[in-house]
T-cell receptor, first 115, second 114 residues
């Protein structure tokens, strides 16, 4: 079974440029998460989807960040415009959903460097 | 709010040494506790978990016991190998909350030398 797929793995951009990250969750997983992981820190939740609905986006900086999960499968996280402080690893995770099936499976992440 | 504190690294050990990584938590609800491991260049993988007080999670020679009285979930392994070199994250999830949001500690880097 394929795991969570993310692309690109690495991205280098100049500040004020837009950037987008893509995530393909494990097949059949209804819940999808985007996390931000700053260097030397643990991941922090940005947004959670249940199918195509964003049910928790309280930690997403909505002035520059946006996300979508069309058709309840793949998801895209966008930053526009990027700032120097956005340099971090962006992790995608998925789970089957429901409290009894709550194990989250993580992708390898996208490492963003903003110059 | 919920929080997780774990010992800072890096922790450098020789092969076959005993490993302990301390983790304590603060939670208002009834959390499940987890240890995730991140090998170089890979995503986080669930190592073990415990869902209630006094439960012991174990996997790949690693163990951790859910201690409600000390709000701790320390990770231990009796004899580490070079392949255990990774970053280890302690995390909690409030089972009463929707979405199983994970709150992570800062991570502890472990380096095992041959």
């Amino acid at each position: 079974e394929a795991g969570v797929v993310q692309s690109p793995r690495y991205k280098i951009i100049e500040k004020k440029q837009p950037v987008a990250f893509w995530c393909n969750p494990i097949s059949g997983h209804n819940t999808l998460y985007w996390y931000l992981q700053n260097l030397g820190q643990g991941p922090e939740l940005l947004i959670r989807y249940e199918n195509e609905e964003a049910v928790d986006d309280s930690q997403l900086p909505k002035d520059r960040f946006s996300a979508e999960r069309l058709k309840g499968v793949d998801s895209t996280l966008k930053i526009q415009p990027a700032e120097l402080g956005d340099s971090a690893v962006y992790l995608c995770a998925s789970s089957l959903g429901g409290r009894a099936r709550n194990e989250q499976f993580f992708g390898p992440g996208t490492r963003l460097t903003v110059l | 709010g919920d929080s997780v504190t774990q010992m800072e690294g890096p922790v450098t050990l020789s092969e076959e040494a005993f490993l302990t990584i301390n983790c304590t938590y603060t939670a208002t609800g009834y959390p499940s506790l987890f240890w995730y491991v991140q090998y170089p260049g890979e995503g986080l993988q669930l190592l073990l978990k415990a869902t209630k007080a006094d439960d012991k999670g174990s996997n790949k020679g690693f163990e951790a016991t859910y201690r409600k009285e000390t709000t701790s979930f320390h990770l231990e392994k009796g004899s580490v190998q070079v392949s255990d070199s990774a970053v280890y994250f302690c995390a909690l999830s409030d089972r009463r909350a929707a979405g199983n949001k994970l709150t992570f500690g800062g991570g502890t880097r472990v380096l095992v030398k041959p």
